[in-house]
């Protein structure tokens, strides 16, 4: 049992540069989620799918797109990187209706220079 | 809106010692908190929720719906326990997953 699997786990991009990272679970959660974690701000929410086809902001959504693509991949793309988007970046999926436990990636370390 | 609030970035206690890491919460409905640890350089991963009551690894919380607060406790800290706590608020299913800014414990032998 995988549960949730991010890609890539480093990554340096060059500013102006785009990517995209993707994320899969395997445990037919409804809810993904995408955070960025930075030294003395905890995990802050870039945005959030209840179910497959919605998305919603989070607190920090500005500069990332994401595509919930089915029920078990959700992705977010950085169209245009900025050294402010130097982070580490963890994907989570919980199930819904029971309010079970979020389970998270291993999280993608990515530097923007 | 929903927020979760962790006043102290930096716990440091001796070994043997009782521990507490505080979380404050705003919601306005029935929320459901949570306490996640993420050891060094590791995932994050579940340590208790309130709505199962349990203690896990000697921690325990309890839902203070007056105080707004959902603070963890271990009795007696041991080395192992050092790792960056975070606690987190959810609300109807399906919604966002709320986390605060972390407490960094680091328990001295």
């Known amino acids: 049992n995988a549960g949730v699997t991010q890609t890539p786990k480093f990554q340096v991009l060059k500013t102006g540069q785009s990517m995209t990272l993707q994320c899969a679970q395997d445990?037919?959660?409804?809810?993904m989620y995408w955070y960025r974690q930075d030294p003395g701000m905890g995990l802050r929410l870039i945005y959030y799918?209840?179910?497959?086809?919605?998305?919603d902001k989070g607190e920090v959504p500005n500069g990332y797109n994401v595509s919930r693509l089915n029920k078990r991949e959700f992705s977010l793309r950085l169209e245009s990187a900025a050294p402010s988007q130097t982070s580490v970046y963890f994907c989570?999926?919980?199930?819904?209706?029971?309010?079970?436990?979020?389970?998270f990636g291993q999280g993608t370390r990515l530097t923007v220079v | 809106a929903q927020r979760v609030t962790q006043p102290e970035k930096l716990l440091s206690v001796f070994k043997g010692a009782p521990v507490e890491l505080k979380c404050n919460y705003s919601?306005?409905?029935?929320?459901?908190l949570f306490w996640y640890v993420q050891y060094s350089r590791q995932r994050l991963q579940l340590l208790l929720r309130?709505?199962s009551r349990e203690s896990i690894k000697g921690f325990t919380a309890d839902l203070n719906k007056g105080e707004t607060s959902f603070h963890l406790k271990k009795p007696f800290a041991q080395e192992e326990d050092s790792a960056m706590y975070y606690c987190?608020?959810?609300?109807?299913?399906?919604?966002?997953?709320?986390f605060g800014e972390g407490t960094q414990l680091t328990v001295n032998p």
């Open positions: 987190a608020l959810s609300g109807a299913s399906g919604s966002r997953l709320t």
């Open positions: 309130h709505i």
């Open positions: 989570a999926s919980m199930g819904v209706g029971d309010r079970t436990e979020a389970f």
């Open positions: 445990m037919n959660h409804n809810s």
């Open positions: 799918s209840a179910s497959e086809g919605t998305t």
């Open positions: 919601y306005s409905g029935s929320p459901e």
